[in-house]
């Protein structure tokens, strides 16, 4: 394996094993204020500081690890379960009325500037992780209806799914039968970006205290609430920061090492 | 005097050897031809002389060009030669030019790198190249772009970009693998007068023996990286010292033994055809060249008409843009008709899902790219009983696919492997077990031997005659290639724009070309002067 | 080529069609009277009535949208509830400021992006690719409001080279207002830069692995000549979909960042009008927002048709 895949997996396994472990076990209460504490730098027993509130900031990292990759694993599921199917149909309709349909639809969704759509959708239905999640969730569906039709449109070239038909397999059947299974690994690599995207979205949403609500820990609300005291206390602003752009540098190197692993092209003969 | 001068040229990728003591010598002026199978070296060892192989290959060995070491120099003074005293042609014209440039100033390009001419000398230059290639300004302006000409075209233009600053030598790597009969003709005869007007020297590398039986004065055969034969052309093939070279020529005009026809020879008409075509016309939508306007349409099948017996073979050639694949789609029941009718055993083939599984049964199709017509993501035996779908899985289906695989000459224990695994001829073998597991009356083999090397080639022809020997079903073939066609297919057809132009008994037509079209795909088809085979010592 | 423009019109004027229904439709559904919104809780019915009727809110759907159409068309985009002035001064107010940070920003995404693409994909496999990749990848992962903070704590509160924040205007001349978008452009550009180079590369690289870059070897190029002279003009296609993505991002997205650098955008106007339910700006600023992305992406065709001669073909 390769160093970069090993270290991005080794960071995404991190970032999960933390939001995992934080479902049972953290630090510190991460409700639990303590204004005597508050400001504290790292030490022994808080090794990243406490917050404004005097809570444990290694502890609400690791909740909010489990709201960043809730909301942007939802998200992407969105993504995919809508927008695989749409990309395979058009594919398979290629030329015709619904591929056209299908893909204005999704140039459509293009168009519109998705941070716009998602503060507006998330301030006319108030502000909530379920509602961060279809915000996000409706910009993955044009991205992977476009990932899955331009792959399988090279597909529908290719001599055995010509095969399939001589066969008397109906587009659906070929779709599944055939267009999946080897589209799977530009899907994969396409997951692990919108993946890495949805972090960072639900972060800024959060940041403009359009996501998660309090109590439940988030890192972009982390920075929005540590901004006013940054000069005061620089660690309460770095960590949280440290903590996506790990997590999302992980992700990114995972998907570009799963890209070269799963490409046939770039994998050494046997 | 000699121009190239190759010694000891080898090669290794890592620890795979590629070339393997490589020596021949071109003489200023002459045509000098390097045949081999594919993945025999003749590639590589056209690049090795440019310079231009892979990062990280490392010939050893010499390339004297003129007395100058072409391996011991630099990048810089590489670049210095290549295009001045070496120019370089590939096989696909379809990509080898720069998209986005006029091809006058992709010529031109030759001279400004290497200072040779002022901009709009250069120009002039390119202008005059390009009409030596035949793209005359007059009617190919140097201002066209390559996606505006044909081809045949592009490889003119490449010939030209090769030859505008007059090298020595031009190493043209199957210039014509990819281009049509009748066009290879035209660009090899173009070839062939640069060499007697220019005086250059040509190294053609090809895998056809016929073409270079026709170009060639003398040649060597490469077999996996090294140089089993050389010598002047006409005296090997006469005399062939190598088994190699001798199974190379044996195989090169192969005919397998072609079964007596199993129908009553009596009265034809009796016998029901088993494909009946009537009047059949295949139209296509171009796009508008306006919007609202109406589309214009382009007929590609138009008025087609033919009938295969039971048990019997057909050929259909033409060059491409004929309408053959598009007839051969129409006949499978992948795209409806516009007019006519096609009939299978009686019963009429539609389109799509009208078009019952029992009568889709009863043909079934071998495509030519043993790379892409299989799943790489399932295993043999799925692939091989894909056709299953059509007939209900039968009780029985592993022992079927395990003795489809034997009958094509596999071991039935490939089943449970992946396509990768296998060779080019091996998956022709099995697309053929695939096209015969349920036992059509007619398989349709759309040039399905055109991505072979000639021996492998002539071993599926063979294993095609005993097929249809064993169980009688019929064949129409699809080719380009007339030598092919000659050899397995009782019958031709004859197909131009979209109809068929001339039909009859395959010795005859092929012998006696009536109809223009015809007389000229007989006339491109490079063939091996009949007198210099060796005394037949076949049976 | 005719063919091709007078496609790409009708799919514009089809998508900007669209896209003001789309918008339309999303403001219907929300909660939430506006006429109440703007007088107050302590307004009676009636009052809220007669507002209603002045706003124009008590029409049928179909006619309201037609005359927000017949509105926009003229350049009249409505009364802001919260504010009370046209929306259209309001935007064209902000618009000094978006506009030229948006462009500042693109300026930057391509200054670093096409030098960095270019050697990595130059360099490919050694060590200066190596770093630019790394790099990127990590510019990637930036959330661009948290680098916004660091740039502010160094470079505003510890050097105190640059603002922290707040807009000064253009009346007092070009460099105040410069010096004001600077860190927020940094902030806006380096990730995009980072997206951009690493497009740029890709591209590169899968053209110098086609056909013609060997013919142009074979005519004595060298590797930097194929680079400059045959790769580059094929890799702007897809470099060109990214940059024109990017401008509508830099415009529209620029909310988070406006917002940490306290400037009078586009996007904090949207922002608390969304959160004031200022219903007519938000519609009206979307829509522009909108129409700003379909007439970039509309000269990015023309772009492509002007680099590829393929999609110039005479009618």
């Known amino acids: 394996m390769r160093p970069s895949l090993s270290l991005g997996l080794g960071l995404a396994l991190a970032a999960a094993l933390a939001a995992a472990v934080s479902l049972v076990w953290t630090p510190y209460d991460v409700t639990a204020l303590s204004i005597a504490d508050r400001l504290k730098p790292p030490s022994a027993a808080h090794w990243l500081g406490t917050d404004h509130f005097g809570r444990d900031i290694a502890s609400m990292l690791m909740a909010g690890a489990r709201t960043s990759i809730a909301v942007a694993l939802v998200a992407v599921g969105i993504g995919m379960g809508l927008g695989v199917p749409l990309g395979l149909l058009a594919a398979a309709r290629r030329g015709g009325w619904v591929d056209e349909v299908v893909m204005r639809c999704n140039d459509l969704v293009f168009a519109f500037p998705s941070l716009v759509i998602a503060i507006l959708i998330t301030a006319v239905f108030g502000p909530s992780a379920v509602n961060a999640i279809l915000a996000i969730g409706i910009f993955n569906i044009p991205v992977f209806a476009r990932v899955t039709r331009g792959g399988a449109l090279g597909l529908w070239t290719l001599d055995f799914i010509r095969a399939a038909e001589v066969a008397g397999k109906g587009a659906a059947r070929i779709s599944v039968e055939h267009v999946l299974p080897n589209i799977a690994n530009l899907l994969i690599v396409q997951g692990t970006i919108q993946f890495s995207l949805g972090i960072l979205a639900e972060a800024g949403l959060s940041y403009v205290g359009l996501g998660a609500q309090p109590p439940t820990p988030s890192w972009g609300r982390m920075l929005a609430e540590a901004q006013t005291m940054v000069t005061l206390a620089p660690h309460v602003a770095l960590f949280p920061g440290l903590a996506i752009v790990f997590t999302v540098f992980g992700l990114n190197l995972l998907g570009d090492g799963l890209r070269d692993l799963l490409d046939p092209r770039l994998r050494p003969r046997a | 005097m000699t121009l190239l001068a190759v010694r000891d040229l080898s090669l290794a990728l890592g620890q795979t050897p590629v070339l393997d003591g490589i020596s021949f010598d071109i003489a200023p002026g002459e045509v000098f031809g390097l045949v081999g199978e594919s993945g025999s070296g003749k590639s590589m060892t056209a690049l090795a002389i440019m310079g231009l192989l892979p990062v990280g290959a490392h010939p050893r060995g010499q390339v004297n060009l003129a007395g100058r070491d072409l391996l011991s120099l630099s990048e810089r003074d590489l670049t210095r030669i290549r295009g001045r005293d070496i120019g370089m042609i590939f096989q696909e014209p379809m990509t080898a030019l720069n998209p986005m440039k006029t091809i006058g100033d992709q010529v031109a390009e030759t001279l400004l790198v290497h200072r040779a001419a002022p901009r709009g000398q250069a120009q002039a230059v390119a202008r005059d190249r390009l009409a030596r290639v035949g793209l005359p300004a007059d009617r190919f302006s140097p201002g066209l772009y390559p996606h505006e000409l044909s081809g045949g075209q592009r490889q003119r233009v490449a010939i030209a970009m090769a030859i505008a600053l007059r090298p020595r030598l031009l190493i043209a790597d199957e210039p014509t693998t990819a281009l049509d009969v009748t066009t290879q003709a035209q660009i090899l005869d173009l070839l062939a007068g640069l060499v007697r007007e220019e005086g250059l020297a040509l190294l053609l590398i090809t895998h056809d023996l016929a073409v270079i039986a026709g170009q060639a004065r003398r040649l060597a055969v490469m077999q996996k990286g090294r140089i089993v034969e050389t010598g002047a052309t006409e005296a090997l093939f006469r005399a062939p010292r190598q088994d190699y070279t001798r199974s190379l020529l044996a195989a090169s005009d192969h005919r397998p033994v072609r079964p007596v026809r199993p129908a009553p020879a009596g009265t034809a008409a009796a016998a029901e055809p088993i494909l009946s075509v009537r009047g059949a016309v295949r139209e296509y939508l171009l796009p508008r060249s306006a919007p609202f306007a109406p589309h214009p349409r382009l007929r590609a099948v138009n008025g087609v008409s033919f009938d295969i017996a039971p048990g019997e073979s057909v050929g259909l050639v033409g060059e491409s843009g004929c309408g053959k694949s598009t007839l051969t789609r129409a006949i499978l029941g992948l795209d409806p008709l516009q007019g006519g009718t096609i009939r299978l055993g009686g019963s009429d083939v539609t389109a799509g899902r009208t078009m019952s599984p029992t009568l889709r049964a009863r043909v079934q199709v071998v495509f030519q790219d043993p790379y892409g017509s299989f799943n790489p993501r399932h295993r043999v035996d799925r692939l091989v009983g894909e056709p299953f779908h059509l007939t209900g899985r039968p009780r029985d289906a592993d022992a079927r696919i395990a003795a489809a695989l034997q009958e094509v000459g596999l071991d039935p224990a490939d089943r449970h492997r992946f396509i990768h695994e296998f060779s080019g001829g091996q998956r022709q073998r099995i697309a053929i077990a695939r096209a015969l597991i349920i036992r059509p009356d007619l398989i349709i083999l759309d040039e399905a031997v055109s991505a072979l090397d000639v021996r492998v080639r002539a071993q599926v022809l063979d294993l095609l005659a005993r097929l249809r020997q064993d169980h009688g079903m019929a064949y129409l073939f699809i080719s380009h290639d007339l030598s092919v066609v000659r050899a397995v297919t009782d019958r031709v057809l004859v197909m131009q724009a979209g109809r068929i132009v001339e039909e009859g008994p395959t010795g005859q037509v092929l012998a006696r070309p009536a109809h223009p079209c015809t007389q000229r795909l007989a006339a491109s088809t490079p063939t091996i002067p009949a007198d210099w085979k060796e005394p037949a010592h076949a049976p | ?315």
């Open chain 3, 1 to 315: 080529m005719r063919r091709y423009l007078l496609g790409r019109l009708v799919s514009l004027v089809l998508s900007l069609v669209a896209a003001s229904l789309v918008i339309f439709a999303v403001i219907e559904i929300v909660p939430g009277d506006p006429a109440s919104y703007m007088l107050g809780l302590k307004a009676s019915a009636e009052t809220v009535a007669a507002l209603r009727t002045q706003l124009g809110l008590d029409a049928a759907p179909p006619e309201r949208y037609l005359s927000w159409i017949a509105g926009m068309a003229r350049g009249d985009f409505g009364l802001s509830y919260t504010y009370k002035v046209p929306v259209s001064d309001l935007v064209a107010q902000r618009l000094t400021v978006s506009l030229p940070l948006a462009a500042y920003a693109l300026a930057l995404t391509a200054l670093v992006a096409f030098p960095a693409g270019l050697l990595a994909a130059a360099r490919r496999g050694r060590i200066a690719d190596a770093t630019v990749m790394g790099a990127t990848q990590l510019g990637i992962a930036l959330p661009n409001f948290w680098f916004a903070m660091l740039l502010v704590l160094v470079f505003a509160l510890h050097w105190q080279i640059f603002p922290a924040g707040g807009f000064p205007g253009w009346e007092g001349g070009i460099a105040p207002g410069v010096a004001a978008l600077t860190l927020p452009a940094i902030a806006l550009a380096l990730p995009q830069a980072a997206i951009l180079a690493r497009v740029l590369r890709s591209a590169l690289i899968e053209t110098e692995g086609q056909d013609f870059i060997r013919t142009a070897r074979a005519k004595g190029l060298t590797r930097g000549q194929t680079m400059l002279r045959h790769a580059l003009r094929n890799a702007m296609i897809p470099v060109m979909t990214i940059l024109g993505m990017q401008f509508s991002f830099l415009l529209a997205g620029a909310i988070i960042i406006e917002n940490v650098f306290y400037l009078p955008g586009l996007g904090r106007l949207i922002f608390q009008a969304i959160t004031q339910r200022d219903l007519i700006v938000v519609e009206s600023v979307v829509m522009i927002l909108v129409f700003a992305v379909i007439v970039v992406t509309f000269a990015v065709d023309l772009a492509y048709a002007a680099i590829d001669p393929r999609l110039r073909r005479r009618a």
